[in-house]
Nanobody, 128 residues
Framework: QVQLIESGGGLVQAGGSLSLSCAAS????????IAWFRQAPGKEREFVAA????????YYADSVKGRSTISRDNAKDTISLQMISLKPEDTAIYYC?????????????????????WGQGTQVTVSS
């Protein structure tokens, strides 16, 4: 089992920035993929960004590309998502998700069904 705990959410003004962190514990693997998803009220959960360890590759949704950076802190065993130039439409609950072992194909990186473990989410609210 893997436990994922998100932190760093909160209330931010439009144009501001924030950093979310995902701490993983439990079962580990040298090969993993960790992603951030978000879900706004009344909407489906959508992909935000991902990091695939096997290729050291980062992926971003078009909606956040250029405004977000996903990074890995090996010392803290965390994955962070830094976002700048926040918009009211970025308001959502942000979830961290992980898949251990074999790397998913690129086309499935953005799919919720790819991931085996999920955190409980952290609320991000961007005021206009």
């Amino acid at each position: 089992q893997v436990q994922l705990i998100e932190s760093g959410g909160g209330l931010v003004q439009a144009g501001g920035s924030l950093s979310l962190s995902c701490a993983a514990s439990g079962r580990t693997s040298n090969t993993f993929t960790i992603a951030w998803f978000r879900q706004a009220p009344g909407k489906e959960r959508e992909f935000v960004a991902a990091f695939r360890s096997s290729t050291n590759t980062k992926y971003y949704a078009d909606s956040v590309k250029g405004r977000s950076t996903i990074s890995r802190d090996n010392a803290k065993d965390t994955i962070s998502l830094q976002m700048i130039s926040l918009k009211p439409e970025d308001t959502a609950i942000y979830y961290c998700a992980s898949k251990l072992g074999s790397s998913p194909i690129t086309s499935s990186i953005s799919l919720t069904r790819t991931y085996d473990y999920w955190g409980q989410g952290t609320q991000v609210t961007v005021s206009s």
